[in-house]
């Protein structure tokens, strides 16, 4: 999530204008296709509670039997039934930085799940300094209501102060690795573009921790050979594409520039030198919106969606949206649908706005239904049917 701070009402109209004026330099020509903030219409389906009573659930994970893993940011993970009965906190689960926009994150399970039992986390975790916290990956094999052999395959570094833009999404890819969105942590942007921090980056590792040898930096020495791409704020949405089996990102902007994305290795996004955004106080942040070797988003949303949580989805139950990224919205708060041909995105149909729900993960169950989280102290998990 975005945190926005508003300054005086007397000061905006005069901010305002400043920044009318700031992007209308020659340098600052906008290049990349961006939303017409459609407005949400009514869609043809049902929206079910399967489950309620999570605090701030923030990643859905299925098992193969239909049961779910969901973590709840202070800390817990629940195994929640098909029926929707909440399960005790799973034991084995690492501390967490609960802290702000910090705790636990994400959650996965490996694509050999049925032979090996691996459930992966991503979380805030503290540094030796109680002052000090970064994005954690840590894997378990689940036996009953316990993660056992938990161990720390991979740590954002260097660790620093504050709670906020953590990433977190976990995703593999085809080959069986591991992506990792990570943040900036918000005060220290520049380090999105220091290829020797690991704030900022997508990262891709191998299940144990490991670096895969193509990786695009891994023969570099001034850079970390687990990055896979730079130049990002705040990944909290990312997926694979069910035809292509590229990586696709929707990552927060400031105020505007929310971007989507599909990380090229090595590629620069540009973050904080080029942005659609602008700072919460209406000034300008960095060069402009386009650079020299860096790379443009595939589409951004102003105002934002603050996007968290994407699936393309592949099931039959909505044959009409079959191939179609489906993206959370925890500002205003709905769910967004994309339709990407060819690498570009060709509609946007926004959903659920009169739910007044924060979404904060979209997956796709293995009966083909959509389930959505939402983020508050109340969460539920729900189930998109469609209209009989």
């Known amino acids: 999530m975005n945190v926005y701070i508003y300054p005086p ?16 330099d020659g340098s600052n020509a906008q290049t990349a296709p961006h939303s017409t903030t459609p407005k949400s219409v009514a869609a043809p389906i049902n929206v079910v509670t399967v489950a309620t009573g999570l605090v701030n659930p923030w990643g859905l994970a299925f098992l193969p039997d239909g049961r779910m893993l969901v973590t709840e940011r202070p800390g817990r993970l629940r195994m929640v039934e098909v029926n929707g009965n909440l399960s005790a906190p799973l034991q084995g689960v690492p501390e967490v930085y609960a802290r702000g926009q910090g705790g636990l994150l994400d959650v996965a399970i490996d694509p050999a799940f049925s032979d090996n039992q691996w459930v992966y986390l991503a979380y805030a975790e503290r540094g030796q300094d109680k002052d000090v916290a970064g994005t954690a990956v840590a894997r378990g094999r689940l036996q009953g209501t316990t993660l056992h052999d938990v161990k720390v395959i991979w740590r954002q570094t260097p660790k620093v102060d504050g709670a906020l833009h953590w990433g977190s999404r976990l995703v593999f890819d085809r080959n069986g690795y591991l992506f990792i969105t990570t943040g900036e942590r918000q005060a220290y942007k520049e380090r999105a573009q220091d290829l020797s921090a690991t704030l900022g980056k997508v990262i891709r590792i191998k299940p144990d921790g490991s670096i895969p040898d193509d990786n695009p930096l891994a023969n570099r020495k001034d850079a970390k050979p687990e990055i896979w791409s730079y130049g990002h704020r705040n990944i909290q949405a990312a997926a694979l594409h069910p035809s292509t089996g590229a990586l696709w990102t929707v990552e927060h902007g400031a105020r505007g520039g929310d971007e989507l994305n599909q990380p090229q290795p090595g590629r620069n996004y540009g973050w904080p030198v080029i942005t659609y955004g602008v700072n919460y106080n209406f000034m300008k942040i960095g060069e402009g919106t386009a650079k020299a070797g860096m790379e443009q988003p595939v589409f951004y949303w102003d105002p934002v969606i603050a996007p968290s949580g994407a699936v393309f989805y592949t099931g039959d139950v909505f044959k009409d949206w079959r191939g179609d990224l489906f993206i959370g919205s925890l500002s205003p708060g709905l769910l967004v649908r994309v ?50």
């Open 339 to 388: 339709r990407i041909s060819e690498g570009r995105v060709v509609s946007e149909t926004r959903y659920l706005e009169e739910l007044d729900e924060r979404i904060r993960d979209v997956q796709q169950g293995p009966d083909g239904y959509l389930y959505l989280l939402t983020d508050n102290s109340k969460g539920r998990i729900l189930r998109l049917e469609p209209k009989r």
């Open 9 to 24: 009402r007397a000061k905006l109209a005069v901010l305002a204008v400043i920044a009318v004026l700031l992007a209308v």
